[in-house]
């Protein structure tokens, strides 16, 4: 079965160009040219990425990605946007975008990114079954896999989908350096783009939710020039 993708754009040309690339390479493409009724169409029409333009009159790209992850939405989202600079895409990716992407671009790239992020782990809806693995319990924690979130003293934080990719791959692999290089492999495959700062992004989101003090961070700590390492315990973990 095709994967469904939300085309979400207000330049016309581009809405017809991407529909028609996207569905050369055999993906079902939909397509809205604002993000006003965003929220609606998700809820009549479910696919399994949007692809989300930054820069639309009305509700811009931003604003419509707040509301999703506010809501608890956590369907993947590949942003696109004009603005290539570093802080405008740091912020897509802060926001809960699962990856971004600057005009112009060769639409092959975003057939990549569409397909690195339909690969990262994520708990289907109701056609598949969920994760069976039983819960992870760390400091205050509890990572719970089939329903994908992260709680603590009855509070529950939805996470976004790399954000569940990450932390899999840190509790997968306790006490142990991973690099940046070796995370991001992990998350997009052998041939991704190792100068990519979702890394650093999504480890500053976690450490917000994980750390008491996320300046001096215990759960996922910095091996100096090599990585993180995660620490289940919280104690300080001190590498030669």
Known sequence: MPARILVVDDDAQLRDLLRRYLASWGFEVFVLPDACSLERRLQRERPDLVVLDRLMPGVDGLAALR?????????????????????????????????YLGKPFNPRELVARVQSVLRRPRVPHTSCAPEQRPPF????????????????????????NGEFALLLIFVSSPLRTLTRRRLLQSLDGPECDTTDRRIHVMVGRLRQILEAKPSAPRFIQTVRGRGYIFVPSGEDHMLS
């Open 137 to 160: 319990r760390f400091g205050r924690f509890i990572l719970d896999f089939q329903a994908r979130t992260l709680s603590t003293a009855g509070k529950a934080f939805t996470l976004s």
């Open 67 to 99: 509301t999703l992850r506010a809501s608890g939405d956590d369907i993947p989202v590949v942003m696109l946007s004009a603005r290539a600079d570093e802080d405008d895409q740091i912020a897509g990716l802060d926001l809960g975008a699962d990856d």
